[in-house]
Protein backbone atom coordinates (compact mmCIF):
# COMPACT_ATOMS: atom_id res chain seq x y z
CA UNK A 1 0.00 0.00 0.00
CA UNK A 2 1.31 3.63 -0.98
CA UNK A 3 1.14 6.42 1.32
CA UNK A 4 -0.41 9.40 -1.30
CA UNK A 5 -0.53 12.70 -1.05
CA UNK A 6 -3.46 14.63 -2.15
CA UNK A 7 -3.63 17.82 -3.57
CA UNK A 8 -6.66 19.61 -5.28
CA UNK A 9 -7.96 22.81 -4.88
CA UNK A 10 -9.26 24.71 -1.38
CA UNK A 11 -9.57 28.11 -1.81
CA UNK A 12 -12.67 29.86 -3.82
CA UNK A 13 -15.86 27.77 -3.26
CA UNK A 14 -14.68 26.03 -0.19
CA UNK A 15 -17.59 23.97 0.63
CA UNK A 16 -17.38 22.58 -2.63
CA UNK A 17 -13.56 22.11 -2.39
CA UNK A 18 -13.96 20.19 0.44
CA UNK A 19 -16.70 17.64 -1.05
CA UNK A 20 -14.15 17.41 -4.00
CA UNK A 21 -11.12 16.60 -2.21
CA UNK A 22 -13.16 14.20 -0.07
CA UNK A 23 -13.64 12.38 -3.48
CA UNK A 24 -9.83 12.36 -4.51
CA UNK A 25 -9.37 10.48 -0.86
CA UNK A 26 -12.24 8.35 -1.61
CA UNK A 27 -10.61 7.26 -4.86
CA UNK A 28 -7.42 6.69 -3.55
CA UNK A 29 -8.94 4.24 -1.07
CA UNK A 30 -10.36 2.78 -3.89
CA UNK A 31 -7.22 2.21 -5.49
CA UNK A 32 -5.64 0.13 -2.50
CA UNK A 33 -3.33 3.49 -0.87
CA UNK A 34 -3.85 5.15 2.04
CA UNK A 35 -3.78 9.21 1.69
CA UNK A 36 -2.69 12.20 2.97
CA UNK A 37 -5.00 15.79 2.41
CA UNK A 38 -3.57 18.44 4.24
CA UNK A 39 -6.82 20.73 3.52
CA UNK A 40 -8.89 18.66 4.98
CA UNK A 41 -6.97 18.70 7.94
CA UNK A 42 -5.18 22.07 8.30
CA UNK A 43 -7.46 25.00 7.88
CA UNK A 44 -9.53 22.85 11.10
CA UNK A 45 -7.12 24.58 13.21
CA UNK A 46 -4.99 27.19 11.25
CA UNK A 47 -6.84 30.15 9.55
CA UNK A 48 -6.32 30.64 5.74
CA UNK A 49 -6.92 33.73 5.93
CA UNK A 50 -3.82 34.67 7.86
CA UNK A 51 -1.20 34.91 5.92
CA UNK A 52 1.21 33.36 8.61
CA UNK A 53 -0.89 30.44 9.71
CA UNK A 54 -1.39 29.44 5.88
CA UNK A 55 2.07 29.74 4.86
CA UNK A 56 2.94 27.56 8.30
CA UNK A 57 -0.15 25.01 6.76
CA UNK A 58 1.88 24.92 3.59
CA UNK A 59 5.03 24.36 5.01
CA UNK A 60 3.90 21.30 7.03
CA UNK A 61 1.99 19.87 4.07
CA UNK A 62 5.41 19.59 2.50
CA UNK A 63 7.01 17.89 5.58
CA UNK A 64 4.19 15.26 5.49
CA UNK A 65 4.74 15.04 1.41
CA UNK A 66 8.49 14.63 1.48
CA UNK A 67 7.63 11.74 3.37
CA UNK A 68 4.71 10.26 0.93
CA UNK A 69 5.54 7.55 -2.15
CA UNK A 70 3.51 10.20 -4.90
CA UNK A 71 1.67 13.09 -4.82
CA UNK A 72 -1.55 12.92 -7.09
CA UNK A 73 -2.80 15.88 -8.24
CA UNK A 74 -6.92 16.12 -8.51
CA UNK A 75 -8.96 18.81 -11.15
CA UNK A 76 -8.58 21.14 -13.82
CA UNK A 77 -7.28 24.19 -12.04
CA UNK A 78 -4.11 24.58 -10.42
CA UNK A 79 -4.15 26.68 -7.24
CA UNK A 80 -1.16 28.53 -5.97
CA UNK A 81 -0.81 26.16 -2.98
CA UNK A 82 -0.43 23.27 -5.51
CA UNK A 83 1.82 25.03 -7.73
CA UNK A 84 3.78 24.82 -4.57
CA UNK A 85 3.14 21.30 -4.23
CA UNK A 86 3.50 20.22 -7.39
CA UNK A 87 7.31 21.90 -7.14
CA UNK A 88 8.53 20.32 -4.22
CA UNK A 89 7.70 17.01 -5.68
CA UNK A 90 9.61 17.18 -8.72
CA UNK A 91 12.19 18.89 -6.78
CA UNK A 92 12.75 16.35 -3.62
CA UNK A 93 11.79 13.60 -6.62
CA UNK A 94 8.49 12.25 -5.36
CA UNK A 95 6.38 10.83 -8.48
CA UNK A 96 3.19 12.99 -9.78
CA UNK A 97 0.40 11.96 -10.93
CA UNK A 98 -2.64 14.22 -12.60
CA UNK A 99 -5.91 13.06 -12.35
CA UNK A 100 -8.32 15.11 -14.26
CA UNK A 101 -11.74 13.75 -13.65
CA UNK A 102 -13.21 11.62 -10.57
CA UNK A 103 -14.38 7.89 -11.49
CA UNK A 104 -16.08 7.09 -8.05
CA UNK A 105 -17.47 3.50 -8.14
CA UNK A 106 -16.87 1.97 -4.50
CA UNK A 107 -15.11 -1.02 -4.69
CA UNK A 108 -16.01 -3.96 -1.77
CA UNK A 109 -12.29 -5.03 -1.81
CA UNK A 110 -10.69 -1.13 -1.09
CA UNK A 111 -13.65 -0.36 1.00
CA UNK A 112 -14.06 -3.58 3.33
CA UNK A 113 -11.40 -6.02 2.76
CA UNK A 114 -8.10 -3.38 3.30
CA UNK A 115 -5.12 -4.96 4.90
CA UNK A 116 -2.87 -2.65 6.73
CA UNK A 117 0.88 -4.24 5.86
CA UNK A 118 3.28 -3.90 8.64
Same mark, same amino acid.
Given at each position: MKLIY???????????NIEYAKQACRYVLNEGNAFFC????YPQILDDNNPEERRLGINIGKE? =????? $? =????? $?HISQGMFEEIEFARVIG???KRIMKLDIEIKEEALFCMRIDR
Open positions: VASPYAGDIKKPHLLF =LSKCD $E =LWVFG $EIPI
